[in-house]
């Protein structure tokens, strides 16, 4: 089994424009579809995201660290949670990718982990 990173995608525009009954509704059916990528066995991890203005760059890359708030890039769209599942193949995975969709109301990105490097023995 391949494990895949399904992440929503949220506007920034209409995040908090949606009303609180809808909000609901797609919490209860984020819930189910959670439920069953457990009881399927394709749950590995999943979480939401706070808004994107409260991250935290860090570019490590110079003779010390800079720290900068808020997203890396200006954008209208920002990643508002994920789940990381396994799954026998992409096609598999475009299928729960679409479920999810379907619960958060949202674009859902799939991008399948690259493999681990085989272990010395």
């Known amino acids: 089994m391949t494990q895949y990173m ?11 424009k949606i009303p ?18 457990r009881e399927t066995g394709a749950w590995v991890f999943a979480g939401g995201l706070m808004p994107a203005e409260t991250a935290t760059v860090v570019d490590g890359t110079g003779t010390a660290p800079v720290f900068s708030d808020g ?4 954008t209208k769209e920002h990643i508002g949670g994920f ?24 674009k859902v990105e799939v991008r399948p982990f690259q493999a681990e490097p085989p272990a010395d023995a």
Request: charged share 30%.
């Open 83 to 106: 789940w990381v599942v396994e799954a026998a193949d992409l096609d598999a995975a475009l299928e729960l990718a679409a479920e999810g969709s379907k619960a958060c109301q949202g």
């Open 71 to 74: 997203p890396y890039l200006e």
């Open 20 to 37: 609180p009954e809808q909000m609901q509704q797609m919490f209860e059916d984020v819930e189910k579809f959670n439920t069953k990528l």
């Open 6 to 16: 399904l992440t929503v995608h949220d506007d920034t525009e209409s995040v908090g």
